[in-house]
């Protein structure tokens, strides 16, 4: 958890008055439906990443999870040829 706090951070200090407190995209019914299934059931109110902090940091979390999982499950479908440094970690 840590090391996402201090991500933000850096990512906020280097961006300075350029960061924007919310992005210009809506993917909210993307994790509110995420969320729901977690649980297995409808949360009232819905999951909203945008809500404060904590959420933010939450869905950030889903999101990078979800992507690593995805690089993983399609990296066993390519064939290298030269494996490059660190490839291990994938497997």
């Known amino acids: 958890m840590q090391d996402e706090i201090d991500h933000v951070r850096l990512l906020r200090a280097t961006l300075g008055s350029d960061a924007v407190d919310m992005p210009p995209i809506n993917i909210g019914a993307s994790f509110a439906a995420a969320a729901d299934a977690a649980v297995d059931t409808t949360l009232s109110p819905s999951f909203s990443p945008y ?17 690593v999982t995805a690089y993983k499950v399609r990296f066993h479908s390519v064939q290298v040829s030269k494996p490059c440094k660190g490839w291990f970690l994938l497997k």
């Open 51 to 67: 809500k404060n902090d904590i959420s933010f940091y939450l869905a950030s979390f889903i999101f990078e999870d979800v992507g």
